[in-house]
């Protein structure tokens, strides 16, 4: 069992979006790591035994009761917050719907966060706001944090408003920490079945340049984002260290993206989602591949 950081032991961590594909993993991880985990959102998963609270993020009111301490039965402040809920992708309701509905709900979260002083917060960004799905060639790979984000739906639009609007809470209240993790595209062991069949046709996944994230990796993620104390805000790009196909790296980008620049030597199966900050920044090492269950 990871124990959470010494400077911060048992530390009460609300999680948004905890019955999702990402947050069941991260409650779950968080708990094991000792964390004393809150688990937010408008369903109480199917089976849990994390206290939860129904809570409806568009809602300041019900946000802040939730963190503050306020609700019946969950009377203890959070001191970070984890905040993963949204509408998950574009194209599942209408544009306006995803916009109204995620603006608000990290308004919120971040307002409430900052009203009470919590320090911490990380939160998903996505790695749609480096241009996916690619119809435009990135400008380089492996793609990374060093670009303007160039979002090309509302649901990525939103994303890159986050990463904009983290900065300025962080302008105001200098003691606050955001972290937000670009993850890529989200994946359980049982969805790994599927992964030989990409290699019939390269084009089938180059909307992510190949990429994703094992959800355990994604959560220890989160937990790196939660013991990091610098404030500020940093995004890091949170991918696995492979790509989901079975042909070299190289050889996929010479054949669906030939004119554009590699800038780096890449391993055979070295993911084109540029990792290396939160490596070297955060001290992520993603543990789990594909490759281990297929």
Not at 93 to 104: E, K, L, P, R
Not at 203 to 211: A, D, E, F, I, P
Not at 267 to 283: F, S
Request: one cysteine or more; a negative charge; glycine letters at 6%.
């Amino acid at each position: 069992m990871t124990s959470p950081s010494p400077r911060n032991p048992r530390r009460r961590v609300a999680v948004t979006g905890s019955s999702g594909k990402l947050g069941r993993t991260v409650v779950a991880h968080l708990a094991e790591s000792g964390y004393d985990v809150l688990a937010l959102d408008r369903t109480r998963p199917e089976s849990t035994t994390t206290p939860f609270v129904a809570v409806d993020l568009t809602d300041y009111g019900q946000v802040f009761e939730a963190l503050s301490g306020g609700v019946d039965e969950h009377t203890t402040p959070v001191d970070a917050v984890v905040h993963l809920a949204a509408i998950p992708a574009p194209g599942l309701t209408t544009n306006a719907a995803t916009f109204a509905n995620n603006s608000a709900a990290t308004y919120n979260v971040f307002a409430a966060a900052r009203a009470l002083k919590v320090r911490s917060v990380v939160w998903a960004s996505s790695e749609t706001v480096l241009g996916l799905p690619f119809d435009t060639p990135p400008p380089y790979v492996p793609v990374d944090e060093d670009f303007h984000p160039r979002p090309e739906s509302t649901y990525s639009l939103n994303k890159a408003l986050e990463e904009e609007m983290a900065g300025h809470f962080c302008r105001w209240d200098p003691e606050l920490t955001m972290v937000g993790l670009r993850f890529s595209n989200v994946m359980d062991v049982e969805d790994y079945a599927a992964f030989p069949s990409f290699d019939a046709d390269a084009t089938l996944r180059k909307w992510n340049l190949w990429g994703y994230i094992d959800g355990r990796d994604g959560a220890q993620a989160v937990r790196l984002g939660l013991e990091r104390t610098e404030p500020g805000v940093e995004v890091f790009v949170i991918a696995n260290a492979d790509t989901v196909m079975t042909r070299p790296s190289a050889e996929l980008v010479a054949e669906v993206f030939p004119d554009v620049e590699v800038r780096k030597e890449l391993g055979e199966h070295e993911t084109l989602l540029g990792i290396d900050k939160a490596r070297r920044v955060l001290g992520y090492d993603p543990q789990h591949s594909w490759r281990d269950h297929v």
